[in-house]
Nanobody, 115 residues
Framework: QVQLVESGGGLVQPGGSLRLSCTASGSMFTIYVMNWYRQGPGKQREWVASITSAGNTNYAESVKDRFTISRDNVKKSVYLQMNSLQPEDTGVYYC?????????WGQGTQVTVSS
């Protein structure tokens, strides 16, 4: 069993920044590939970014050069630094991992970008 708990969402003006955090339970965190997804209002959930156990990262084209995913294996945490936020970045952001073909999701944290 893996439990994921996100935090750090909120209301920010366009051009602003937020840092999301996700803390995981489980003793095997260091080998998990960790992902961030988001779901905007009226939209399907979409993948945002991934980080492997070795620290290799990948990003959706829409967030590349604005968002940075990182991890701290000692704290069993993964982060998403979001800069230059735009209204289209509004949504619920979810932390995700897959362990032994089972998907685990956090409860989500709301990010609202609005003036």
């Amino acid at each position: 069993q893996v439990q994921l708990v996100e935090s750090g969402g909120g209301l920010v003006q366009p051009g602003g920044s937020l840092r999301l955090s996700c803390t995981a339970s489980g003793s095997m965190f260091t080998i998990y590939v960790m992902n961030w997804y988001r779901q905007g209002p009226g939209k399907q959930r979409e993948w945002v970014a991934s980080i492997t156990s070795a620290g290799n990262t990948n990003y959706a084209e829409s967030v590349k050069d604005r968002f940075t995913i990182s991890r701290d294996n000692v704290k069993k945490s993964v982060y998403l630094q979001m800069n230059s936020l735009q209204p289209e970045d509004t949504g619920v952001y979810y932390c995700h991992t897959r362990v032994v073909r089972t998907d685990y999701w956090g409860q989500g944290t709301q990010v609202t970008v609005s003036s």
